[in-house]
């Protein structure tokens, strides 16, 4: 007899199948149990709940069920029914068992519940089969179907934007260089430099940091885009906040002004939070029981409450009064930490801030400037345990102002030829923001480290995977 087609476990939950034969097949999380009986938890990552296998002993044989071990992948068949424990509501009565992969309990490292974080992420190859990435990676699916709906549904176009580039989108110069140059003997010139004319691309290429710069190109013909595709920064920055691998979101919208931007930023912020309450309940249910005990009330409210849009001068003013020893002191012209910045939202406001109109030296050079000479218009959006979730602007579309602003910058006009000529041909108003994807699903999982949200995270000094 062979076990046939499975059935996903989270079907079994549904209640229409009791009292038929199903087959199950998954990994086994614990067997437990007495001479007679051996009770199997079975997990096949369709839900967070495992389905109780139970089996008798002689039938099996204990030298047979040893090897069903935690950790092994097994299938399964047999007679669902109607559960006699309180833990759950069914359970199947097995007749066959196969064991697909044995996982010898002396070196399986996933043996006890209650794992480290840190440990976990030692071996990331591992663990998706912990409950707790279990829901994760659930979650980042969900939330990643939940953007292409939105936008989709909105009429906005999914452009691929070029992941090698040869620009530096946000002029920060936080760059992975792609090269197939022999980097112990690369062909030089005169001067000693390198001479990247000899390079695959015939120039030099870089990971890109933003896809933003050819979304506005596409913006400014089918009106509303976005993007949805990997980032890369080459910053040294060891936080719970930053990967140097990260995937973004990037509207772009034709004829928006800073206010249209911020009142979309707002509404896609909610709908995926709405989303996650109603389709993720279970694993929500669980990240908030085992992680963060006020995750699924935080995600209510921040669905029920409008964010507070304030200027970057009058956040400053506040920080300033605030009875705060800041580790960075504030003044106006400071770039924010996120010690302001959760100070903000978590203190102050209480609710979910949008800033308006930094400082133009601290901000990227495609923002469009304000009448003041002095401030750019843009936006960044503010979640409580997050700080910046969003950033964005309305971009500067007057081509003067912007070769201005590229001079002021240092940014080469030469190699951005193409996005000034955009300012040159059929110019227009435009917006537009990036959300982080990492930063949406800390705030949606109640993680707090950002490495526990993606499946292989890249760090500094951290490429393992
Ligand atoms: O504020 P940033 O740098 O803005 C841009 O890249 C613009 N081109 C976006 C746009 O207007 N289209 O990055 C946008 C968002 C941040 O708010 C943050 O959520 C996330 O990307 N982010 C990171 N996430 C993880 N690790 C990092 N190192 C990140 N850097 C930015
Ligand atoms: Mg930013």
Not at 337 to 349: G, N
Not at 444 to 465: A, H, L, Q, W, Y
Request: glycine share 8%; net charge negative.
């Amino acid at each position: 007899m062979t076990i046939g087609k499975r059935e996903k476990i989270v079907d079994l939950f549904k209640g229409d199948k009791i009292g038929k034969e199903v087959s199950v097949k998954g990994w086994v999380r614990t067997r437990r149990g007495n001479k007679n009986i051996a009770f199997i938890a079975l997990n096949d990552g369709s839900t967070i709940h495992n389905i109780q296998l139970v089996a008798d002993v002689e039938v099996f044989g204990e030298e047979f069920l040893k090897d069903v071990s935690t950790g092994a992948s097994i299938g399964a068949k047999g007679n669902l029914v109607e559960s006699s424990g309180a833990e759950q509501p069914v359970e199947i009565q097995v007749r066959h068992i196969e064991i697909y992969g044995k996982a010898d309990p002396s070196v399986y490292p996933l043996q006890k519940k209650g794992h480290s974080l840190e440990f976990l992420r030692e071996i990331a190859h591992l663990r998706p089969r912990t409950n707790t990435f279990g829901a994760v990676l659930r979650i980042r699916h969900a939330m990643a179907y939940a953007i292409h709906k939105y936008f989709n549904d909105k009429g906005f176009y999914y452009i691929h934007t070029p992941i090698i580039t040869g620009s530096d989108a946000e002029g920060a110069g936080a760059l992975f260089k792609v090269t197939t140059l022999d980097i112990n003997n690369p062909p030089r010139l005169q001067n000693g430099k390198v001479d990247f004319s000899q390079d695959f691309f015939g120039k030099e290429a870089k990971l890109t940091v933003s896809g933003q710069l050819e979304g506005e190109l596409a913006a400014l013909a089918l009106s509303e885009i976005y993007t949805f595709g990997p980032t890369f920064r080459a910053e040294n920055s060891n936080t719970p906040r930053h990967l140097a691998e990260f995937w973004m979101i990037e509207p772009e919208m034709a004829f928006y002004e800073i206010s249209d931007n911020m009142d979309l930023a707002e509404d896609f912020l909610k709908y995926l939070t709405r989303y996650a309450l109603e389709h993720c309940k279970e694993d929500l249910e669980f990240l908030n029981k085992m992680w963060d005990k006020e995750l699924i009330e935080r995600l209510k409210f921040v669905t029920e409450n409008s964010f507070v849009r304030l200027s970057y001068t009058e956040a400053i003013a506040i920080l300033e009064k605030a009875d705060m020893k800041w580790e960075f002191p504030v003044s106006w012209g400071v770039d924010l930490q996120s010690e302001h910045e959760r100070y903000l939202v978590e203190k102050h406001f209480k609710k979910p801030v949008i800033l308006t109109d930094y400082p133009k030296e601290i901000k990227a050079f495609y923002m469009k400037l304000n009448d003041d000479n002095k401030t750019v218009r843009a936006m960044d959006v503010l979640f409580p345990k997050i700080g910046e979730i969003i950033g964005g602007s309305q971009r500067e579309e007057n081509l003067e102002t912007l070769a201005r602003r590229m001079v002021e910058m240092g940014i080469p006009q030469e190699e951005m030829w193409w996005y000034v000529e955009t300012r040159k041909f059929g110019t227009a108003p435009h917006s537009g923001f990036g959300l982080g994807f990492e930063r949406l699903l800390l705030f949606v999982t109640g993680m707090s480290n950002i490495r526990d949200v993606i499946p292989f995270p890249r760090t500094p000094k951290n490429c393992e995977f």
